[in-house]
């Protein structure tokens, strides 16, 4: 490990105290972990502490775990990743976030922290059904306003759950239920190069 990468795990560890779960470093790359309830003041003092100084949220998104490592994940189902840059000591980290309850994920929003953070949020609600809480305008983004489920969640159904046609003798569009079968068609692929979680 790179003396550079030595002093800001050592900067993190300082900073964060109890509040760091773990902190792990692959390929010049360090990625920490915090409970839920320590996000937003993990979130602070990332942001903050002047040895830190993480100013800018580059991306957040959501992960589903569920059979992760072909069946041999134990942890939470659903995280949240977010990737935070400090521009004026030109330093990265990635924070993993887990929700706490696999029926209902909620994690709280970091918009008064990073305001960039608005639609990284509706995308990981969007997509995985993560809410987060105190979100100002939490709603749907990339699909329709009819769409049913949360289509990047491993078990969502390939083929949906609803399809939207013309109806001609409605003279509108309609949603109606998809009538196949469902099945779970996501490819499992298992990648040993690169970047590893957990």
């Known amino acids: ?11 993190i560890r300082l900073a964060l105290g109890e509040k760091l779960a773990t902190l792990k470093t692959h390929v010049g790359e360090i990625t920490i972990e ?14 903050d502490a ?12 959501g992960v589903d775990y569920v059979e992760y490592g072909d069946g041999a994940w134990t942890g939470q189902r659903y995280a949240v990743v977010y990737h935070l840059l400090s521009v004026s000591l030109n330093q990265r980290v990635r924070l993993r976030v887990f929700a706490e309850d696999e029926d209902f994920p909620v994690l709280p929003t970091v918009i008064n922290l990073w305001p960039g953070a608005n639609w990284f949020e509706r995308e990981a609600f969007d997509l995985y059904g993560i809410m987060f809480d ?3 305008d939490l709603r749907r983004l990339l699909t329709d306003y009819g769409f049913v489920g949360h289509p990047f969640r491993k ?4 083929i949906g759950n609803v399809e939207m046609r013309y109806d001609p003798d409605q003279q509108r569009v309609i949603y109606q239920p998809v009538s196949i079968e469902l099945r779970n068609n996501v490819p499992r692929i298992i990648r040993d190069e690169g970047f590893h979680h957990g």
């Open 134 to 136: 105190g979100h100002p």
């Open 1 to 11: 490990m790179s003396a550079r990468l030595e002093k800001l795990s050592q900067d």
């Open 155 to 158: 078990d969502f159904p390939m």
């Open 50 to 61: 002047p040895e830190l100084k993480f100013e800018q949220l580059i991306d957040l998104c």
């Open 34 to 47: 915090v409970k839920a309830a320590d996000l937003l003041e993990a979130c602070l003092l990332l942001r």
